[in-house]
């Protein structure tokens, strides 16, 4: 019996020490920088200008602004996931840029050259920042700005359309809260006793008066396509689910030009008027 005791005090003791690093850890769980920006949209054949802007709280942030095919083009504001930095998404950039679309797409504090440490009020301080410079720099009226959000970058969307008053809303590989996936993802843990961040998505969508889209793979190994469906569900009427093809990372390429095609119908459909550029040859689906 003493030796059964002894096990379970070691068993009890060693969770406690794994629950308290987790807690302690957790940012580097969530948020994934990284400094190195490879590459560039001229690397892919897109015009930009490298944009610097600060935050409410005096961070300085790095982005760029690539100009639509037209000059009077509807802007597209990026908001990406948890991982790696704005270098790594070039070839949404030029889906973004084919479909008609101007982009302005940031790093928050702490991705590739923005200063500080990533943490969930700083990334909503950070898209606030990119909003106020569309507008204030740029002299883009709301209803010219797509909010696009992609996996944390949902969320963060999210929160702004629910303040903002943006002219559509692009919700990519969305959670309903980072609880909820947590718990899902360490179902031996009590996360939601231990979570910091609660980029609570699910409360945020039936306060977003703008045309609204979800797009999300059916194979989502990371974000189950459940969360898709209980967000619509909570959504105001007219939101708009579409299911997509591969998984998490690869959906918007594994899902080739049906992909554009659903983007281009519900960007018209929500009144934004589309003069898609020229693909490149040999850039068919």
């Known amino acids: 019996m003493m030796n059964l005791l002894k096990l379970v005090l070691i068993l009890l003791v060693g969770y406690a020490l794994v629950v308290g690093l987790i807690y ?130 949902a969320a963060v969307a999210a929160r702004l359309a629910e303040a903002k008053n943006p002219a559509a809303v692009i919700l990519e590989a969305a959670f309903t809260s980072a609880a909820d996936l947590g718990a899902e993802v360490y179902p031996w843990l009590p996360v939601r006793a231990l979570i910091r961040h609660e980029y609570d998505v699910l409360g945020r969508v039936g306060a977003i008066e703008a045309p609204l889209l979800f797009s999300h793979a059916r194979e989502d190994e990371i974000v189950p396509f459940a969360h898709a469906e209980r967000l619509l569900e909570a959504s105001g009427e007219g939101a708009r689910l579409m299911a997509l093809e591969g998984g998490h990372n690869d959906a918007y390429r594994a899902t080739g030009e049906r992909y554009m095609e659903g983007l281009r119908e519900f960007l018209e459909d929500a009144g934004l008027e589309l003069r898609p550029s020229e693909r490149p040859e040999g850039d068919e689906e």
Do not use: C
């Open 24 to 153: 302690l850890t957790q940012d580097r769980l969530i948020y994934m920088p990284s400094s190195n920006v490879v590459g560039n949209p001229a690397n892919v054949g897109l015009d930009y200008e490298d944009v610097a802007l600060d935050t409410e709280d005096g961070v300085r942030l790095h982005g760029w602004y690539l100009p639509g095919p037209e000059d009077d083009a509807p802007v597209l504001l990026f908001l990406h996931g948890n991982a790696g930095n704005i270098g790594h998404r070039l070839e949404s950039l030029e889906q973004f840029h084919h479909l008609g679309l101007a982009v302005l797409i940031i790093d928050y504090r702490g991705y590739g050259k923005s200063q500080g440490r990533p943490d969930e009020e700083g990334t909503h301080q950070d898209a606030r920042a990119a909003w106020h410079w569309l507008r204030d720099h740029l002299e883009y009226e709301p209803d010219e700005i797509v909010l696009f959000g992609r996996s944390l970058g």
